[in-house]
Protein backbone atom coordinates (compact mmCIF):
# COMPACT_ATOMS: atom_id res chain seq x y z
CA UNK A 1 0.00 0.00 0.00
CA UNK A 2 1.16 3.45 -0.73
CA UNK A 3 0.28 6.72 0.54
CA UNK A 4 1.00 9.78 -1.55
CA UNK A 5 0.19 13.01 -2.56
CA UNK A 6 -2.07 13.15 -5.96
CA UNK A 7 -0.38 14.34 -9.18
CA UNK A 8 -1.33 15.57 -12.69
CA UNK A 9 -0.21 11.73 -13.86
CA UNK A 10 -3.18 10.28 -11.91
CA UNK A 11 -6.13 12.96 -13.83
CA UNK A 12 -7.66 10.22 -15.43
CA UNK A 13 -7.52 7.68 -12.72
CA UNK A 14 -9.37 9.98 -10.56
CA UNK A 15 -12.33 10.66 -12.47
CA UNK A 16 -12.56 7.40 -12.81
CA UNK A 17 -12.35 6.08 -9.17
CA UNK A 18 -14.63 9.56 -8.22
CA UNK A 19 -17.58 10.00 -10.76
CA UNK A 20 -18.59 13.36 -10.98
CA UNK A 21 -14.84 14.73 -9.79
CA UNK A 22 -14.39 17.67 -12.16
CA UNK A 23 -11.42 18.93 -14.05
CA UNK A 24 -11.90 22.17 -12.60
CA UNK A 25 -12.30 20.33 -9.42
CA UNK A 26 -8.86 18.35 -9.47
CA UNK A 27 -7.14 21.60 -11.71
CA UNK A 28 -8.23 23.39 -8.23
CA UNK A 29 -6.91 20.94 -5.44
CA UNK A 30 -3.40 20.46 -7.21
CA UNK A 31 -3.32 23.92 -7.33
CA UNK A 32 -3.93 24.26 -3.72
CA UNK A 33 -1.43 21.49 -3.23
CA UNK A 34 1.23 22.99 -5.11
CA UNK A 35 0.72 26.55 -2.96
CA UNK A 36 0.79 24.31 0.65
CA UNK A 37 -2.62 24.92 1.28
CA UNK A 38 -3.84 21.54 0.97
CA UNK A 39 -2.61 17.70 0.32
CA UNK A 40 -4.41 16.33 -2.52
CA UNK A 41 -3.82 12.53 -1.08
CA UNK A 42 -4.31 9.25 -2.92
CA UNK A 43 -4.02 5.62 -1.72
CA UNK A 44 -2.73 2.71 -4.42
CA UNK A 45 -3.29 -0.99 -3.68
CA UNK A 46 -2.53 -2.67 -7.04
CA UNK A 47 -3.88 0.88 -8.34
CA UNK A 48 -5.72 4.10 -7.01
CA UNK A 49 -8.27 3.03 -4.49
CA UNK A 50 -9.17 5.90 -2.25
CA UNK A 51 -8.44 9.46 -2.59
CA UNK A 52 -9.10 12.56 0.23
CA UNK A 53 -8.25 16.38 0.38
CA UNK A 54 -6.66 18.00 3.80
CA UNK A 55 -7.38 21.53 3.34
CA UNK A 56 -4.50 23.31 6.20
CA UNK A 57 -6.86 26.64 5.95
CA UNK A 58 -10.24 24.77 7.41
CA UNK A 59 -13.43 25.66 6.10
CA UNK A 60 -15.62 28.64 5.83
CA UNK A 61 -17.64 27.65 9.35
CA UNK A 62 -14.16 26.57 11.33
CA UNK A 63 -11.27 28.21 9.58
CA UNK A 64 -9.34 27.83 12.79
CA UNK A 65 -8.24 24.09 12.12
CA UNK A 66 -7.69 21.85 9.39
CA UNK A 67 -10.48 19.83 7.87
CA UNK A 68 -10.79 16.43 5.89
CA UNK A 69 -12.78 16.99 2.78
CA UNK A 70 -13.98 14.20 0.36
CA UNK A 71 -12.75 11.72 1.04
CA UNK A 72 -13.36 8.56 -1.40
CA UNK A 73 -13.05 4.99 -1.90
CA UNK A 74 -14.25 2.66 -5.30
CA UNK A 75 -17.11 0.99 -4.41
CA UNK A 76 -15.06 -2.14 -5.09
CA UNK A 77 -12.86 -1.40 -2.33
CA UNK A 78 -14.80 -0.38 0.23
CA UNK A 79 -14.57 -2.13 3.74
CA UNK A 80 -11.16 -2.87 3.65
CA UNK A 81 -9.43 -0.27 5.93
CA UNK A 82 -8.64 2.28 2.83
CA UNK A 83 -11.05 5.63 4.53
CA UNK A 84 -9.53 4.96 7.91
CA UNK A 85 -5.96 4.12 6.30
CA UNK A 86 -6.23 7.87 4.79
CA UNK A 87 -8.20 9.85 7.69
CA UNK A 88 -5.29 8.53 9.83
CA UNK A 89 -2.41 9.96 7.19
CA UNK A 90 -4.99 13.23 7.60
CA UNK A 91 -4.14 13.21 11.29
CA UNK A 92 -0.32 12.87 11.13
CA UNK A 93 -0.20 15.61 8.56
CA UNK A 94 -1.86 18.03 10.58
CA UNK A 95 -0.47 16.82 13.76
CA UNK A 96 2.34 17.34 12.02
CA UNK A 97 1.64 21.46 10.98
CA UNK A 98 0.93 21.71 14.68
CA UNK A 99 -2.85 21.36 14.78
CA UNK A 100 -4.72 20.18 17.63
CA UNK A 101 -7.71 19.67 16.15
CA UNK A 102 -9.26 18.80 13.06
CA UNK A 103 -12.96 18.54 11.54
CA UNK A 104 -14.80 17.60 8.39
CA UNK A 105 -18.44 18.04 7.52
CA UNK A 106 -20.95 15.68 5.81
CA UNK A 107 -24.09 15.71 4.08
CA UNK A 108 -27.30 16.24 6.71
CA UNK A 109 -29.11 14.32 5.50
CA UNK A 110 -26.54 11.39 4.54
CA UNK A 111 -26.45 7.39 4.99
CA UNK A 112 -26.76 7.31 8.69
CA UNK A 113 -23.79 5.00 8.37
CA UNK A 114 -21.36 7.42 7.42
CA UNK A 115 -21.94 9.24 10.80
CA UNK A 116 -21.30 6.32 12.60
CA UNK A 117 -18.38 5.42 11.09
CA UNK A 118 -16.76 8.83 11.81
CA UNK A 119 -17.88 8.76 15.28
CA UNK A 120 -15.90 4.98 15.34
CA UNK A 121 -13.34 7.31 14.60
CA UNK A 122 -13.43 9.61 17.27
CA UNK A 123 -15.45 12.41 15.75
CA UNK A 124 -17.71 13.92 17.50
CA UNK A 125 -20.74 16.23 16.14
CA UNK A 126 -20.52 19.92 16.21
CA UNK A 127 -23.86 21.47 18.24
CA UNK A 128 -24.12 23.73 15.80
CA UNK A 129 -27.21 24.10 13.65
CA UNK A 130 -26.69 22.25 10.42
CA UNK A 131 -25.95 24.70 7.70
CA UNK A 132 -25.93 24.59 3.74
CA UNK A 133 -23.69 26.00 0.62
CA UNK A 134 -24.54 25.64 -2.77
CA UNK A 135 -22.80 23.57 -5.78
CA UNK A 136 -24.15 23.50 -8.84
CA UNK A 137 -27.59 25.19 -7.94
CA UNK A 138 -28.09 22.71 -5.57
CA UNK A 139 -28.34 23.74 -1.91
CA UNK A 140 -26.27 21.22 0.10
CA UNK A 141 -27.43 21.23 4.14
CA UNK A 142 -23.81 20.08 5.98
CA UNK A 143 -22.98 19.04 9.85
CA UNK A 144 -19.78 19.96 10.72
CA UNK A 145 -17.61 17.21 13.14
CA UNK A 146 -14.64 17.56 14.72
CA UNK A 147 -11.60 15.75 16.37
CA UNK A 148 -9.26 16.19 18.87
CA UNK A 149 -5.58 15.47 17.76
CA UNK A 150 -3.55 13.62 20.37
CA UNK A 151 0.25 13.75 20.38
CA UNK A 152 2.44 11.56 18.06
CA UNK A 153 4.05 9.76 21.22
CA UNK A 154 0.08 8.83 22.52
Not at 35 to 58: M, P, W
Not at 101 to 124: C, N, T
Request: aromatic residues 10%.
Amino acid sequence: MIIRNATTKDWKTLKKIKPGLTDAAIEHRLKEQSDGLADFIVLEDGGLKSCVVLTYYGKPTHPEYPDIVDLFTTEASRHQGYGRTLVNECLKRARDRGAKKIGLSIYKDADPRVQKWYEKLGFRRLKELPYYYIVKGTKNWARDFTLDIKPSNS
